[in-house]
């Protein structure tokens, strides 16, 4: 058995990751799923939340929202609508969307569409999350 795992990670746009891993933490709609070399195959959707994958000692962030992963015992490949690396967030947009989400939310007006305005708060706070890697810090929740 090998001692790693091939990982893809891709939007429509682009090719974001293409690299060796580890270990693999994937946010499943159904809960976080660790994936280690020989991980038995599966296919679940994807969720609003942060990709996690480490290799010789190093962890690397993604955010990423919605989607497909596919995992096999020697590669694990994820089709997302959006995914982006800690150091690609653009900060300032996190925090305008999360403060717009939040003023929704608080205002509660009844045209408001309450699932997609929880999404946009849960997406903000997962992309401010993974950017605070970029800047070494490492987030406490």
Do not use: C, N
Request: hydrophobic fraction near 45%; aromatic fraction near 4%; charged fraction near 25%.
């Amino acid at each position: 058995m090998a001692d790693t795992i091939q990982l893809e990670i891709v939007t429509p746009e682009k090719l974001v990751v293409r690299d060796t891993a580890d270990e693999v933490q994937i946010p499943g709609k159904a809960g976080d799923i660790g994936v280690l070399p020989g991980h038995a195959p599966l296919i679940t959707e994807l969720t609003i939340g942060e990709i996690t994958y480490r290799h010789g000692g190093k962890a690397e962030h993604l955010s990423v929202a919605w989607g497909f992963a596919e995992v096999l015992p020697d590669k694990v490949t994820i089709l997302a609508q959006t995914a982006e690396r800690a150091e690609e967030i653009d900060v300032k947009r996190a925090q305008q969307a999360k403060a717009h989400a939040e003023a929704a939310l608080k205002e509660a007006a009844p045209d408001l569409d309450f699932d997609a305005t929880l999404s946009a708060l849960k997406r903000a706070e997962v992309r401010l999350k993974v950017a605070l890697y970029a800047s070494g810090i490492t987030p406490t929740h």
